[in-house]
């Protein structure tokens, strides 16, 4: 009885050193099969089309003039850091092409330098701006601003 007893324990304890052994060869396995994890940046496209869906306010689909200038109100909260009523270009990246003067904005001419760039976005005159309008619209600033970068840097060369 006591052999069997010892035969059994010995048994047990292989089992467990067995399913030990399988399961670590599993773990290194499932790691060899993972897919690395992709950390790259979103598309432009992407980050645009999420942009402006935060300016659909009443999500029909569409963006509205009156839309706009209110989510611009929003966003001028959003891009004054420092709290002081004023953005300068230290606090909004595309403020140059926003404001080419490179003077800080109060409030109010943010928001009307953005009612003007809704009506350069606004190709057909009806008031609203579609997706591709939008998305179309900020491709070609990102574009802008990086020759104007690249100009910059030849400048200081």
Known sequence: ?????????????????????????EVVQEKKDEKPV???????EEKFKKKYHSFDL??????TKEEFLERS???????DKNQDA?????E??????????????????YVKLRG???DEMDTNKDGVISEDDFVTYKMAFVKKM????????????
Not at 38 to 44: A, L, R, V
Not at 58 to 63: A, L, P, R, Y
Not at 146 to 157: G, L, N, R, S, Y
């Open 116 to 118: 003007e760039r809704f």
């Open 86 to 90: 004023m953005i300068d270009k230290d």
């Open 92 to 109: 909004c990246p595309g403020f140059a092409m926003l404001n080419p003067k490179g003077n800080p904005v109060d409030e109010d001419t």
């Open 146 to 157: 990086k020759a104007k970068k690249m100009a910059e840097a030849a400048e200081t060369k």
């Open 1 to 25: 009885m006591i052999f069997a007893l010892s035969f059994t324990m010995i048994s047990c304890s292989e089992n467990k050193e067995e399913k030990k052994e399988a399961t670590q060869k």
């Open 73 to 79: 109100h929003a966003e001028f909260k959003e891009k």
């Open 58 to 63: 009443n999500k029909d689909g569409q963006v």
């Open 38 to 44: 992709e950390t790259s940046k979103p598309k432009p």
